[in-house]
């Protein structure tokens, strides 16, 4: 997945700039209404003349109804 939006700081200065952002998972079923999620992002910005990138890793359980 893949997604495009606006990265704004404020503060002493401020700026407003494009960000972008992609990533996945895998959902993993246990039973019918219970699993657990892998998923994995990476975050860019260019923000005051500053490139900056951040990945970002996250699971838990997930409840379907």
């Known amino acids: 997945m893949f997604w ?9 200065s401020s700026d407003v700039s494009l960000g972008s952002a992609f990533g996945g ?3 993993i079923k246990f039973a019918p209404v219970i699993g657990w999620r892998f998923q994995g992002d990476y ?5 005051s003349g500053t490139s900056e990138g951040h990945g970002r890793l996250s699971t838990g359980i ?3 109804f």
């Open 25 to 27: 998972g895998l959902d």
């Open 43 to 47: 975050i860019h910005t260019h923000l």
């Open 62 to 64: 997930v409840f379907r």
């Open 4 to 12: 495009w939006g606006l990265a704004a700081i404020s503060g002493a």
